[in-house]
């Protein structure tokens, strides 16, 4: 039977191509890091020259020789009874195989101008979210969009040309798969918010609001970080406009956070979001560097490993059991007299908020929902850039009942689009069904993971997201690494009833 060592050929192109994305992985990193303002367009003309290098190894003679020689290059399927070939190494082909296709469909010189301008196009970005000035990034944008349908075109679709870009980021998901799981979501959802507008709890959220030591958040969150099992001599965490993980390598896995005076919660809770992203990225497989057995499988999988360690986690009473003296400790004078149901419930406070990642765990999603039919307007209708605002504002209001007064805190407040990023926030939504599911998996299998939680040990968590998710690469899709862990196929209910079990009891109506 064949096996990973018949494909070593193969493997070798893989990794020499990966090390050309990890320096673009690098130049990125640091222009959102550590960049001086002034290296902007140089950085640009950087990016923009290796990702046409990557681009061209990626659908070179070398690489399409070793694939070709167990792969029919047009349709994919394997040259050989697919019986032949241990199951690592089948999923290694098919998975090679998809790169190549999509890598080729792209010509060279569009994959360089999409990587000049995306790297442009950030750069304005985060001026016009300083000044709040949307028309300074509005033709940035547009070149941006105008660039992405014509992507879309090149990749082909059957339905939506939507369908095409999410395609890059959650392999196989169409609008007309998730459109419905959205509004079924919705109807869930609303109901939910007005239970907890009506309660007569109330989150006493000011407490956050107070002044706390921005090092002293910081050593807090590196403390964090450090009990989730965030190895440290392999990775690192830094400040950026945006929180973000990035990874160069198992070895050289990368975070950052952003630290307001102000908000307690904000940098914490990016923090164990981008914590959970690098324990993914850490835990791939080192010897697969570089191969689909060392990469991740999709953005949804990706988030659902954030979304479970920030909220199924971090947001949880056993969590706070642990931590809360801790924390108290730090700031004595800011949470003196401040009991634990006073402080839990302010954790899990619930209210429509104009900043997505700042959002709770039940409104959270109809951030998404927003963003998600606002990207069909653009590609399925023509809407033009300069109505976005505008657009954005009154979905906002119909989503959640706000309105932000700038565009800073509206169509401005992500960073997604500048980077050409269209087709990626549902896979936001897609983590928390999938991160529920996980996390209801994982307190099956380990009955006393609840204690461990209240006592601080969260290395087992990490253990078992390593050995039933990390470790496997790409090797299943999402679907079918949510039935091997689950043994089920993907269920939002899961993710339904936590909401409804957990917030009943915070906010104490009848589920």
């Given at each position: 039977?064949?096996?990973?060592?018949?494909?070593?050929?193969?493997?070798?192109?893989?990794?020499?191509?990966?090390?050309?994305?990890?320096?673009?992985?690098?130049?990125?990193?640091?222009?959102?890091?550590?960049?001086?303002?002034?290296?902007?367009?140089?950085?640009?003309?950087?990016?923009?020259?290796?990702?046409?290098?990557?681009?061209?190894?990626?659908?070179?003679?070398?690489?399409?020789?070793?694939?070709?020689?167990?792969?029919?290059?047009?349709?994919?399927?394997?040259?050989?009874?697919?019986?032949?070939?241990?199951?690592?190494?089948?999923?290694?082909?098919?998975?090679?195989?998809?790169?190549?296709?999509?890598?080729?469909?792209?010509?060279?010189?569009?994959?360089?101008?999409?990587?000049?301008?995306?790297?442009?196009?950030?750069?304005?970005?985060?001026?016009?979210?300083?000044?709040?000035?949307?028309?300074?990034?509005?033709?940035?944008?547009?070149?941006?969009?105008?660039?992405?349908?014509?992507?879309?075109?090149?990749?082909?679709?059957?339905?939506?040309?939507?369908?095409?870009?999410?395609?890059?980021?959650?392999?196989?998901?169409?609008?007309?798969?998730?459109?419905?799981?959205?509004?079924?979501?919705?109807?869930?959802?609303?109901?939910?918010?007005?239970?907890?507008?009506?309660?007569?709890?109330?989150?006493?959220?000011?407490?956050?609001?107070?002044?706390?030591?921005?090092?002293?958040?910081?050593?807090?969150?590196?403390?964090?970080?450090?009990?989730?099992?965030?190895?440290?001599?392999?990775?690192?965490?830094?400040?950026?406009?945006?929180?973000?993980?990035t990874s160069f390598h198992p070895s050289d896995v990368r975070i950052t956070t952003r630290v307001d005076a102000h908000d307690l919660l904000s940098s914490l809770f990016s923090s164990i979001h981008e914590g959970g992203h690098g324990l993914y990225d850490q835990g791939l497989p080192?010897?697969?560097y570089g191969t689909p057995l060392g990469d991740s499988i999709s953005l949804g999988i990706h988030e659902s490993q954030s979304r479970l360690w920030e909220n199924s986690v971090g947001r949880s009473r056993a969590f706070w059991t642990h931590f809360f003296p801790k924390l108290v400790a730090i700031f004595?004078?800011?949470?003196?007299?401040?009991?634990?149901?006073?402080?839990?419930?302010?954790?899990?406070?619930?209210?429509?908020?104009?900043?997505?990642?700042?959002?709770?765990?039940?409104?959270?999603?109809?951030?998404?929902?927003?963003?998600?039919?606002?990207?069909?307007?653009?590609?399925?209708?023509?809407?033009?850039?300069?109505?976005?605002?505008?657009?954005?504002?009154?979905?906002?209001?119909?989503?959640?009942?706000?309105?932000?007064?700038?565009?800073?805190?509206?169509?401005?407040?992500?960073?997604?689009?500048?980077?050409?990023?269209?087709?990626?926030?549902?896979?936001?939504?897609?983590?928390?069904?999938?991160?529920?599911?996980?996390?209801?998996?994982?307190?099956?299998?380990?009955?006393?993971?609840?204690?461990?939680?209240?006592?601080?040990?969260?290395?087992?968590?990490?253990?078992?997201?390593?050995?039933?998710?990390?470790?496997?690469?790409?090797?299943?899709?999402?679907?079918?690494?949510?039935?091997?862990?689950?043994?089920?196929?993907?269920?939002?209910?899961?993710?339904?009833?936590?909401?409804?079990?957990?917030?009943?009891?915070?906010?104490?109506?009848?589920?």
């Amino acid at each position: 039977m064949k096996n990973l060592s018949t494909l070593q050929k193969l493997i070798t192109i893989l990794q020499e191509t990966q090390h050309i994305s990890s320096a673009i992985s690098l130049l990125s990193w640091d222009q959102e890091t550590y960049m001086p303002k002034g290296a902007g367009e140089a950085r640009a003309a950087q990016l923009s020259f290796l990702m046409g290098l990557q681009h061209e190894r990626q659908i070179g003679k070398a690489l399409k020789k070793a694939l070709f020689e167990w792969v029919d290059l047009e349709t994919g399927s394997l040259k050989t009874d697919s019986s032949d070939w241990e199951d690592a190494a089948s999923a290694l082909l098919r998975e090679a195989w998809r790169d190549y296709h999509h890598a080729s469909c792209l010509p060279s010189d569009f994959v360089r101008t999409l990587g000049l301008e995306s790297s442009l196009a950030h750069q304005v970005w985060i001026e016009a979210r300083k000044t709040n000035n949307f028309s300074l990034f509005a033709p940035r944008l547009k070149h941006i969009v105008a660039l992405k349908k014509q992507e879309a075109e090149y990749l082909g679709y059957e339905e939506s040309p939507y369908d095409a870009l999410m395609d890059r980021f959650e392999p196989g998901m169409t609008v007309a798969k998730i459109a419905p799981l959205f509004e079924a979501l919705k109807a869930k959802l609303v109901p939910l918010v007005q239970k907890i507008a009506q309660s007569k709890i109330k989150a006493d959220e000011a407490l956050f609001k107070k002044y706390y030591d921005p090092q002293k958040q910081w050593d807090f969150g590196l403390d964090v970080l450090k009990t989730m099992g965030y190895d440290f001599n392999c990775g690192r965490q830094d400040r950026s406009a945006h929180p973000f993980t990035t990874s160069f390598h198992p070895s050289d896995v990368r975070i950052t956070t952003r630290v307001d005076a102000h908000d307690l919660l904000s940098s914490l809770f990016s923090s164990i979001h981008e914590g959970g992203h690098g324990l993914y990225d850490q835990g791939l497989p080192a010897e697969y560097y570089g191969t689909p057995l060392g990469d991740s499988i999709s953005l949804g999988i990706h988030e659902s490993q954030s979304r479970l360690w920030e909220n199924s986690v971090g947001r949880s009473r056993a969590f706070w059991t642990h931590f809360f003296p801790k924390l108290v400790a730090i700031f004595p004078e800011n949470l003196k007299g401040v009991d634990f149901e006073t402080f839990y419930t302010a954790v899990n406070g619930v209210r429509p908020s104009l900043i997505r990642v700042e959002s709770d765990e039940v409104t959270y999603n109809l951030h998404i929902m927003l963003r998600f039919e606002i990207e069909r307007l653009i590609f399925e209708e023509g809407l033009p850039v300069e109505e976005l605002p505008a657009v954005w504002n009154e979905k906002m209001e119909s989503y959640l009942g706000i309105r932000p007064e700038t565009d800073a805190d509206g169509v401005l407040q992500d960073v997604h689009w500048s980077g050409g990023a269209f087709g990626y926030f549902p896979t936001y939504t897609l983590g928390n069904l999938y991160a529920a599911q996980f996390f209801n998996q994982a307190k099956q299998d380990m009955p006393d993971l609840t204690d461990k939680i209240s006592a601080g040990d969260l290395l087992p968590l990490k253990t078992w997201l390593n050995e039933k998710i990390h470790r496997l690469g790409r090797q299943y899709s999402s679907e079918q690494m949510v039935r091997r862990v689950c043994g089920e196929a993907p269920n939002p209910d899961y993710f339904t009833d936590y909401l409804e079990e957990k917030f009943s009891k915070i906010y104490r109506f009848s589920s």
